[in-house]
């Protein structure tokens, strides 16, 4: 919908003049589009705070409409349509408008009706599942309104719980709309149970059986703990049912849903009802029809945790997941203006009901560490976090403490994705409140091996606060007894440096020297050619050598010695020496090396390392390949459980994703163009000349060209990932086999580590890897693959299709 016009808090305009010098001169009638902008800004905004009542405001507004309705009804439709999937957090108001308007224009109604079933046909055939969902929502809702008869929604539900019965069918399809049926229930679930009491038993016995004897292997693949203390970490389908059997045992009452057509019940209740047509489901489209991931329900609170004002409701209650679905729907309505939302937030209906700062800080944390991936951006929860913080600065803070202690406290079975995401916020959050924090209460973890998870965590968080400070800040920010977890200044350690007094080797000697006069020529701004030269001179290669190691060490620890400086400063170099770059590290080996050699002299300032990597990714001096390589040998044993190891991961795995999509792009445009261009071509002149300057569509030669690009370009990215997950499944098993062979217990720190890690990347790239999921399951993840490597596979495959 169009954004709503913004509102001056002055009738004065920009000249000074108040709107009552205009009075005379104002037109006698609004314009077409006047009068449009009015009804679309009355619509969205009832229901907002006015000084009248609700029900006077809906009233009102129902009589306005009424009277456009002969000049405006397509556009009134059309605005009511879109404000009911929308603006799902007024559904309840929306009804009750469209039932007043029922009541006034039956026929309206009905023409109504039939934009609502077609709108919901062509949200289901096009996947947008969560915009239909709202849709479905807002039609049960309409019959405690009076405008759609019972049974008609009785049969749409019904219909939704029988796409169960599909066969061939992948499971995620009938988890969705057995899901979007419980969650229609509390909207009409008492009115269906008053009116069609038989046909609800039945809906309930279906739901039933098909709770019960759904498959769940994704539920540990999507828990953000691996276990279910204090907290239990339900499914959330199994988590919705038990609040919606809870519901019907009370009655189908509940406090938290606004009922504004109660207020209207004796003029509603007189409506003529609609009815349509049985509801048919699109079918399933294999590939095209993309169902929601199944969730893992989030919770860190429970009532013990709000010993002062109201209780917070039990896990199955259903205020609890109403709560929680209303706080979404506001954070999507108002996601682009943080301010608007945390306002919205702390301004919730029926705040003075609940413990609302717990629920609002449970609410974005459960989204913040959703698996695989956030709703939003993490950068979202960082600043609604910080705006909650400043807009009620008595109470906020201390509930988002309470609740990062608790964090901090089941790191030992934390999801490392999440604990990722909990570095990557907390050290921002610091950062924009002076770095304080009360690290005293984290001391106890000082006493715990500094690779185990909680000394890990703050490591990290240091680590990342010095990218958003300095490193004399951070060093400062701590305690003392603290410093063994502060990162090490981010000094270059350059191999070839003069150390005056020194005693080196021969050896050493002469490469100190050689790097000097490398570092003299670069000053004296040598070309290309004579370094390589140079370097020739300095390191003769056998005819039979492909590689020459301690060159490039010598050529690459030099010149990133010299452009130390800044960032800028590297690039430079990188930028004007490629030529030399590409000819010392020309093959595959050499490539690797590169990457070493920048870790070696950059080891103490891992965001240097990052967007060094990924600067010679952009150049081409290194491939994705040669980094997974990389990040598997040897030499990145010591850090293979560091964050910014897994930083370069994704970053080079997005990299090859991205360019194999813009490839896929321009070749589907480039024979989209050729059809086109078929079409509309002639034999004028004009067309002649055209053809001749190549303005028309690429031929079947330029076509092919790009198809070979795109073959190429899946062929490097089937190559990463069958490299990755080979790395993985080697690491894993040898060490599997190694604490067998030796009695010990496998399941150590690093190795908890390493297999999430595989796990992340099947969630965080799930939609590139089910390109090769065949391929993957004949070469790497057989049938004689060890138990606890093959589940991981067999897990992602559940919710792959």
């Known amino acids: 919908m169009p954004r709503r016009p913004h509102q001056k808090d002055s009738d004065t305009d920009e000249d000074g003049r108040t709107s009552a010098s205009f009075t005379k001169r104002r037109k006698t009638s609004e314009t077409t589009e006047e009068i449009e902008k009015r009804l679309e800004s009355l619509i969205c905004r009832v229901g907002e705070k006015s000084s009248s009542s609700l029900e006077s405001n809906l009233e009102g507004l129902a009589a306005v409409l009424e009277a456009d309705l002969p000049n405006f009804k397509p556009q009134i439709l059309q605005i009511l349509l879109c404000c009911s999937y929308q603006l799902p957090e007024k559904c309840p108001i929306y009804t009750t408008l469209v039932g007043l308007l029922n009541v006034r224009n039956y026929k309206c109604g009905g023409e109504f009706v039939e934009m609502l079933l077609l709108k919901l046909k062509r949200l289901l055939s096009i996947s947008q599942f969560e915009n239909a969902r709202f849709l479905i929502q807002f039609v049960s809702d309409l019959v405690n309104c009076n405008v759609i008869a019972p049974a008609s929604v009785m049969s749409l539900l019904d219909g939704f719980v029988d796409v169960t019965k599909q066969e061939g069918i992948p499971q995620s399809r009938k988890d969705w709309y057995v899901y979007v049926v419980m969650a229609t229930l509390p909207w009409c679930g008492a009115t269906l149970t008053e009116k069609k009491v038989d046909e609800m038993e039945v809906l309930f016995t279906k739901m039933q059986r098909y709770i019960m004897t759904r498959q769940k292997p994704h539920h540990d693949f999507l828990r953000v703990w691996a276990i279910d203390e204090p907290h239990p970490q339900e499914e959330y389908m199994d988590c919705l049912f038990a609040q919606i059997c809870k519901l019907r045992e009370d009655n189908w009452v509940e406090d938290i849903l606004p ?74 309505t108002n996601k682009y203006d943080k301010k608007e939302c945390a306002t919205r937030l702390l301004n919730f209906p029926g705040k003075e009901k609940i413990p609302l700062n717990h629920m609002i800080i449970e609410c974005l944390l459960g989204d913040m560490f959703r698996l695989p991936v956030s709703p939003l951006q993490q950068i979202f929860y960082t600043s609604i976090f910080i705006e909650l913080c400043r807009l009620q600065p008595g ?94 200044p981010p000094k270059i350690c350059f191999k070839y440096e003069v150390v005056p007094g020194a005693n080196a080797s021969e050896d050493d000697h002469m490469m100190i020297t050689s790097s000097q006069k490398i570092i003299a020529a670069i000053k004296n701004k040598c070309q290309d050619d004579e370094l390589i030269v140079m370097l020739e001179e300095m390191f003769p290669q056998g005819p039979e050598q492909v590689h020459n190691g301690k060159r490039l060490e010598l050529f690459l620890q030099s010149l990133l010695f010299l452009a130390q400086k800044s960032f800028s400063h590297s690039f430079s170099a990188l930028f004007k020496f490629h030529k030399v770059l590409k000819w010392a590290a020309s093959d595959e080996e050499g490539k690797v090396d590169v990457l070493r050699i920048t870790k070696d002299i950059w080891r103490n300032h891992p965001q240097m390392l990052i967007v ?41 795995i997005r990299k090859m994703n991205k360019h194999v999509a813009r490839l896929d ?126 589940t991981v596979f067999k897990q992602f495959a559940s919710i792959a299709k």
């Open 395 to 488: 109470m906020i803070p201390q509930v988002l403490a309470i609740a990062s202690d608790m964090l901090f406290e089941r790191l030992d079975t934390m999801n490392i994705t999440c604990v990722d995401r909990f570095v990557n916020w907390f050290s921002h959050h610091l950062s924009n409140f002076q770095f304080r924090w009360t690290w005293d209460d984290w001391g106890d973890c000082l006493q715990e091996d500094f690779n185990s998870p909680k000394p890990k965590f703050i490591r990290e968080v240091l680590e990342k606060c010095m990218r958003l400070a300095f490193f004399a800040r951070i060093r400062d920010i701590v305690p003392q007894d603290f410093e063994p977890l502060v990162p090490q």
């Open 665 to 790: 792009a321009s070749l589907v445009e480039m024979q989209e163009r050729a059809i086109v261009d078929d079409k509309k071509m002639d034999d004028d002149e004009e067309s002649d000349m055209r053809r001749s300057y190549s303005v028309f569509a690429p031929n079947e030669e330029d076509i092919q060209k790009m198809k070979e690009q795109v073959d190429t370009a899946s062929g490097e990215q089937k190559k990463l990932f069958l490299i990755i997950f080979q790395r993985f499944i080697m690491i894993l098993s040898d060490h599997l086999a190694r604490s067998a062979g030796l009695h010990k217990n496998y399941n150590t720190s690093w190795y908890k580590n390493t297999i999430e890690r595989l796990k992340e990347i099947f969630l965080l790239h799930k939609d590139m890897v089910k390109k090769y999921m065949s391929t993957m399951e004949n070469l790497l993840f057989t049938v004689d693959l060890d138990p606890h490597i093959l």
């Open 612 to 652: 060094l990597v990924d600067r010679m990714l952009r150049m081409e001096i290194v491939d994705c390949s040669s980094v997974a390589k990389w990040l598997f040998s040897p030499d990145m044993a010591p850090d293979f459980t560091r964050m910014y190891v897994w930083e370069i991961m994704h970053m080079t």
């Open 259 to 332: 009922r504004p057509y109660k207020a209207f019940e004796p003029v509603l209740e007189n409506a003529l009802q609609h009815t349509f047509p049985d509801f048919v489901v699109p079918p399933h489209i294999e590939g095209t029809s993309l169902y929601p991931i199944p969730k893992v329900i989030f919770r860190i609170f429970d009532y013990t945790d709000c010993p002062e004002g109201p209780l917070l409701p039990g896990n199955h209650a259903i205020e609890r997941w109403l709560i929680e679905e209303s706080m979404r729907n506001m954070i999507n």
